[in-house]
């Protein structure tokens, strides 16, 4: 059977996605490490993680906006070189100040990746395939989480720590050659087939009159239920992603006693199930579509709300005695938060015309980001004294909230569309 085109183009942001997330990612493992070497308190190390927070939430809507300017082709394949010259940088660092520098330098420059890959959804997908092709772009972030370890672990035993950020930053560099030299739109690709355009273009003429006139800049985006129907969920959702991408590795060894090759042996599992979460959720809501006969809105907030009574699995963890029942309830977390993560992700691509999806999935990042970034430093500031155990909870409470909202602030279009 030929794979169609689409389904290359996005392969190829899978993979953009992956380095992005490897070179994100590689701090956390390093983490250890690093706090020895630069005698960073818990708390400081929550900063560090902050300015690279601040800086991807400042630049997110910026960046969409830049994307939805340049187009994809110049624009992702910067931003792809910014970000690797930024995570080499690292390697320079002399104590938290100057690894914070660097950091909030990674932050504006991977802030493309996601809305990219919304757009490139957009541009290349029908409505009903959305949600499928966001799931296997989605897997990047998780992929590129789950090899950072083995990958940073082994090059500080190898070659130092500095060396972790070198190797992590620079094969982004390489994808963005490939990227430039090898993307194009659909209208601007001379080798799809006719066939594959009727496919891309099925659907289009229904969610266009279920969107009616919509919004083309980012002031009038601000006033519509749809888009703070996306963000409120988003902003709720991000901390459970973010606290696991920055504080497994830190949790593993301060609260369960693990070392670093423990680390490096299991912390890339729950990060391998949200893979599996990524891919079900994707697959998810066309399913339920064509099973339940409902409109594509609410196939996305039944992906949403299976997710977040999944998040009761990471809530638990406080009542676990083992690293082993920890990291498997974390598993659960990372499978249940990319599950309604990509649907949430999706809705930008379903409700906003395809000029303007980078800059409003930007802009539902950004309020993710301040999310994420608001539970890092109240992590830093009380998991010395209380404990992870009371935050862990919190993040099952704020995915209900999160459903809760997209349930009522986006209404139904007025018909479905055909799964």
Same mark, same amino acid.
């Given at each position: 059977?030929?794979?169609?085109?689409?389904?290359?183009?996005?392969?190829?942001?899978?993979?953009?996605?992956?380095?992005?997330?490897?070179?994100?990612?590689?701090?956390?493992?390093?983490?250890?490490?690093?706090?020895?070497?630069?005698?960073?308190?818990?708390?400081?190390?929550?900063?560090?993680? /902050?300015?690279?927070?601040?800086?991807?939430?400042?630049?997110?809507?910026?960046?969409?906006?830049?994307?939805?300017?340049?187009?994809?082709?110049?624009?992702?394949?910067?931003?792809?070189?910014?970000?690797?010259?930024? $995570?080499?940088?690292?390697?320079? /660092?002399?104590?938290?100040?100057?690894?914070?520098?660097?950091?909030?330098?990674?932050?504006?420059?991977?802030? *493309?990746?996601?809305?990219?890959?919304?757009?490139?959804?957009?541009?290349?997908?029908?409505?009903?395939?959305?949600?499928?092709?966001?799931?296997?772009? $989605?897997?990047?972030?998780?992929?590129?989480?789950?090899?950072?370890?083995?990958?940073?672990?082994?090059?500080?035993?190898?070659? +130092?720590?500095?060396?972790?950020?070198?190797?992590? +930053?620079?094969?982004?560099?390489?994808?963005?050659?490939?990227?430039?030299?090898?993307?194009?739109?659909?209208?601007?690709?001379? +080798?799809?087939?006719?066939?594959?355009?009727?496919?891309?273009?099925?659907?289009?003429?229904?969610?266009?009159?279920?969107?009616?006139?919509?919004?083309?800049?980012?002031?009038?985006?601000?006033?519509?239920?749809?888009?703070?129907?996306? *963000?409120?969920?988003?902003?709720?959702?991000?901390?459970?992603?973010?606290?696991?991408?920055?504080?497994?590795?830190?949790?593993?060894?301060?609260?369960?006693?693990?070392?670093?090759?423990?680390?490096?042996?299991?912390?890339?599992?729950?990060?391998? /199930?949200?893979?599996?979460?990524?891919?079900?959720?994707?697959?998810? #809501?066309?399913?339920?579509?064509?099973?339940?006969?409902?409109?594509?809105?609410?196939?996305?907030?039944?992906?949403?709300?299976?997710?977040?009574?999944?998040?009761?699995?990471? #809530?638990?963890?406080?009542?676990?005695?083992?690293? #082993?029942?920890?990291?498997?309830?974390?598993?659960?977390?990372?499978?249940?938060?990319?599950?309604?993560?990509? #649907?949430?992700?999706?809705?930008?691509?379903?409700?906003?015309?395809?000029?303007?999806?980078?800059?409003?999935?930007?802009?539902? +990042?950004?309020?993710?980001?301040?999310?994420?970034?608001?539970?890092?430093?109240?992590?830093?500031?009380?998991?010395?004294?209380?404990?992870?155990?009371?935050?862990?909870?919190?993040?099952?409470?704020?995915?209900?909230?999160?459903?809760?909202?997209?349930?009522?602030?986006?209404?139904?279009?007025?018909?479905?569309?055909?799964?």
């Amino acid at each position: 059977m030929r794979i169609g085109t689409r389904w290359w183009i996005i392969g190829l942001v899978t993979i953009g996605t992956v380095l992005n997330y490897l070179a994100r990612s590689s701090l956390s493992v390093a983490a250890p490490t690093l706090k020895g070497e630069f005698a960073m308190t818990t708390q400081q190390y929550s900063w560090v993680v /902050a300015s690279f927070q601040a800086a991807y939430t400042v630049m997110q809507p910026i960046a969409g906006y830049l994307l939805d300017l340049m187009g994809l082709r110049l624009g992702f394949a910067l931003f792809a070189v910014g970000w690797s010259v930024a $995570n080499c940088c690292h390697a320079f /660092a002399v104590g938290w100040p100057s690894l914070a520098l660097f950091r909030g330098m990674l932050g504006l420059t991977e802030a *493309a990746a996601i809305p990219a890959g919304l757009k490139t959804v957009a541009e290349w997908f029908p409505p009903r395939e959305r949600t499928v092709a966001t799931g296997w772009f $989605n897997i990047g972030s998780s992929l590129g989480a789950m090899i950072a370890p083995p990958i940073v672990v082994a090059c500080i035993a190898i070659w +130092g720590w500095q060396s972790a950020f070198v190797v992590t +930053g620079a094969v982004g560099i390489l994808w963005a050659g490939i990227w430039y030299a090898f993307y194009r739109s659909p209208d601007d690709y001379s +080798g799809l087939s006719p066939a594959e355009r009727v496919q891309i273009d099925q659907g289009r003429d229904v969610e266009l009159e279920g969107r009616g006139e919509g919004p083309l800049n980012w002031r009038d985006l601000l006033r519509t239920r749809e888009f703070w129907g996306i *963000a409120i969920p988003r902003f709720l959702a991000d901390p459970a992603w973010q606290t696991f991408s920055f504080f497994i590795p830190l949790y593993l060894v301060e609260a369960k006693g693990l070392d670093l090759k423990s680390v490096a042996a299991f912390a890339w599992l729950p990060f391998l /199930a949200a893979d599996a979460g990524s891919l079900l959720g994707g697959y998810m #809501a066309p399913w339920v579509m064509r099973h339940f006969k409902v409109s594509l809105l609410t196939s996305r907030k039944i992906v949403v709300t299976t997710g977040a009574l999944l998040m009761v699995g990471p #809530a638990c963890i406080g009542l676990t005695v083992s690293p #082993a029942a920890a990291i498997t309830l974390f598993c659960v977390g990372g499978f249940a938060h990319q599950m309604l993560s990509g #649907a949430l992700m999706t809705l930008a691509a379903d409700l906003f015309d395809p000029r303007i999806v980078a800059t409003a999935g930007g802009m539902a +990042g950004s309020a993710a980001w301040i999310g994420g970034m608001s539970f890092s430093l109240l992590i830093g500031a009380l998991a010395d004294t209380i404990g992870y155990n009371p935050l862990f909870a919190a993040l099952a409470v704020f995915d209900f909230i999160g459903a809760a909202v997209l349930w009522t602030l986006l209404r139904p279009r007025s018909r479905p569309l055909a799964a």
